[in-house]
């Protein structure tokens, strides 16, 4: 008794200056910090609290966190974006929305060091709310969604060509209703000659200032015209797919074709929305050659291409850096550009402040095949794994238990 009373005075300074010492949650060190919207391409340090970016600044002091992870020898960069998945889950046994082809975000994106997707459509204004309720609310992925102009999104033929189910007026209330999650407006899998849905589509975006989100499935309008109604920020996706239903943006000549030149020089952006048969060497890599470079690594991710030649944002990203894409090239159109490609500034970035969303790459070297939709296969030397994945500050997935303690036998 005699002793603490001597040193109370002494331990009551002690205790704040300890809790004062780890003044931040998790620690990043000595990782190659590529952060394409603010420009940084160096090892640097990061440091996380309160689920926030709290500071990036060269050998910040060990002693300052509770928890830390070296990443020396690692690329880290921010939590990656993949703008083309369908995770409307659902007991609905034959469907997208609300059913079973769709797959549910957590169980894919974290060992893939995605923290934010964008289900492309899978919902309209009828059943955006259940997705909301059901899957968006409750998902540690961070889940956004471009709204269908079909009022019931991907079910059945019929409703996704009912006309009179196109309401822009319905969509635009649920869209105004849901601005924080809604990034923006989806047409496909329509296959009439009408060009409503695809008018109504530009109207509702237009009216919302959001991007038009052009998916598959629009056999009777050509490409040239789907391409020349498009504005400046819109979005096409299965950019270099090989289907009857579709014109390729390589002609058989070997050349990208003219009009699609033109469209990315308005602006036009083209996603890869690789899935089970969207993405062919044939068309991507002399695409790749003539500048139609993707702006974004969208991967169709649902229950059909998981297994197959996509398998996951990272393959795709990892096929492009076999086709010669440099890797901070691959980590702009991963990060940065999807982010502002959906108008979300304030994702795909490390910026101070901002949600401490973040991966961790490792390039493994050696001998890898990479497949495309039509089972066509290149090699290539690189591939990228993620070590680990951060979403708002909690470690989701630790690949090789880097934040891990080391276990030692007693």
Same mark, same amino acid.
């Given at each position: ?263 990315? !020089?308005?602006? @036009?952006?083209? &996603?890869? %929305?690789?899935?089970?048969? $969207? ?5 991507? *890599? ?53 982010? !502002?490609?959906? @108008?979300?500034? &304030?994702? %795909?970035?490390?910026?101070? $402040? ?5 991966? *961790? ?50």
């Amino acid at each position: 008794m005699r002793f603490w009373r001597k040193y109370w005075l002494l331990i009551l300074v002690l205790i704040p200056l300890g809790m004062i010492g780890q003044e931040y949650d998790l620690l990043l060190r000595n990782g190659h910090v590529i952060d394409p919207k603010n420009k940084i391409d160096k090892v640097i340090d990061i440091a996380v609290k309160d689920g926030k970016i709290a500071k990036l600044a060269v050998n910040i002091a060990p002693t300052a966190a509770k928890k830390i992870i070296d990443a020396t020898g690692l690329f880290v960069c921010p939590g990656l974006i993949d703008i083309h998945t369908h995770v409307f889950t659902g007991p609905e046994a034959g469907q997208f929305a609300n059913g079973s082809y769709s797959v549910s975000a957590d169980d894919f994106t974290f060992k893939s060091g995605v923290t934010t997707v964008v289900d492309a459509g899978t919902s309209g204004w009828r059943n955006f709310s259940l997705f909301r309720e059901q899957v968006i609310n409750t998902s540690q992925t961070r889940i956004l969604a471009f709204l269908n102009i079909a009022g019931w999104g991907m079910i059945s033929k019929d409703q996704m060509e009912d006309l009179a189910d196109m309401n822009v007026d319905s969509a635009l209330k649920v869209l105004n209703e849901n601005k924080d999650v809604i990034v923006g407006v989806k047409i496909g899998h329509y296959e009439k000659k009408e060009w409503l849905p695809f008018d109504n589509s530009i109207t509702l975006a237009s009216r919302t200032g959001t991007p038009l989100f052009v998916e598959c499935h629009l056999p009777e309008y050509s490409l040239q015209d789907q391409l020349k109604k498009l504005r400046k920020g819109d979005i096409i996706t299965h950019s270099y797919e090989k289907v009857n239903e579709r014109t390729s943006v390589v002609g058989e000549d070997g050349r990208l074709q003219s009009y699609v030149k033109k469209a990315q !020089q308005k602006g @036009v952006l083209f &996603d890869v %929305g690789h899935g089970g048969a $969207g993405f062919w060497f044939s068309q991507a *890599i002399p695409a790749f050659k003539q500048g139609l470079w993707p702006n974004s690594f969208g991967s169709d991710l649902h229950r059909f291409s998981m297994n197959a030649g996509m398998k996951s944002m990272l393959n795709i990203m990892s096929k492009y850096m076999a086709m010669g894409m440099p890797l901070n090239d691959v980590i702009v159109r991963g990060t940065w550009n999807p982010a !502002q490609s959906i @108008v979300r500034n &304030d994702l %795909g970035n490390l910026s101070e $402040g901002t949600i401490a969303d973040i991966t *961790i790459l490792s390039v493994v070297r050696g001998r890898f095949g990479f497949v495309d939709a039509g089972g066509n296969k290149i090699y290539g030397d690189r591939k990228l794994e993620a070590e680990v994945t951060v979403r708002a500050g909690k470690i989701v997935w630790d690949l090789n238990g880097l934040s891990a303690t080391a276990y030692t036998e007693k």
